[in-house]
């Protein structure tokens, strides 16, 4: 039985996470300085709000995390994650897989185009998470302070 691999660079929630990380900092930072050219009142929550609201960012999931979540979604009919974030996320990717399966592709291989190709409505990221994880990256001067957010 021949396995399926992903990308070696692309392996690991580390690297998926820093993806994730990255994309949502440069996202941020160019509504960010949108708001401050257009003078928009509290630029910060402005822009945090609209990028979380509409980015488009890679999926942030390990292809071997994602395969076991997708079969055990595609044989009990039911999500083993936590969370409404999580939950969404994961029903959207599961969505996009299950459409290239209907197209006669097997769940290995649509899962690795959608996790390599496709790109998510938003960014699925908690207002407590992008404080807890992301607030240095949020950070582009000293004036703002994560409390506002």
Same mark, same amino acid.
């Given at each position: 039985?021949?396995?399926?691999?992903?990308?070696?660079?692309?392996?690991?929630?580390?690297?998926?996470?820093?993806?994730?990380?990255?994309?949502?900092?440069?996202?941020?930072?160019?509504?960010?300085?949108?708001?401050?050219?257009?003078? &928009? =009142?509290?630029?910060? /929550?402005? *822009? %945090?709000?609209?990028? +979380? @609201?509409?980015?488009?960012?890679?999926?942030?999931?390990?292809?071997?995390?994602?395969?076991?979540?997708?079969?055990?979604?595609?044989?009990?009919?039911?999500?083993? &994650? =936590?969370?409404?974030? /999580?939950? *969404? %996320?994961?029903?959207? +990717? @599961?969505?996009?897989?299950?459409?290239?399966?209907?197209?006669?592709?097997?769940?290995?291989?649509?899962?690795?185009?959608?996790?390599?190709?496709?790109?998510?409505?938003?960014?699925?990221?908690? /207002?407590?998470?992008?404080?807890?994880? +992301?607030?240095?990256?949020?950070?582009?001067?000293?004036?703002?302070?994560?409390?506002?957010?």
């Amino acid at each position: 039985m021949k396995t399926h691999t992903f990308p070696a660079a692309a392996v690991g929630h580390t690297y998926c996470r820093r993806r994730r990380d990255k994309e949502f900092s440069q996202y941020y930072h160019e509504v960010l300085r949108f708001m401050k050219k257009h003078r &928009v =009142k509290n630029p910060a /929550r402005q *822009a %945090l709000d609209y990028a +979380l @609201a509409t980015g488009s960012p890679h999926y942030d999931v390990d292809f071997d995390y994602a395969y076991r979540i997708m079969c055990a979604h595609l044989n009990r009919g039911s999500l083993p &994650v =936590k969370g409404e974030v /999580r939950k *969404a %996320l994961w029903l959207e +990717l @599961a969505g996009k897989v299950q459409e290239l399966m209907q197209a006669g592709v097997g769940v290995a291989p649509a899962l690795e185009f959608v996790l390599e190709h496709g790109r998510a409505s938003h960014f699925f990221i908690s /207002r407590s998470n992008v404080r807890a994880h +992301l607030g240095k990256l949020l950070q582009p001067s000293r004036q703002y302070n994560l409390g506002s957010l």
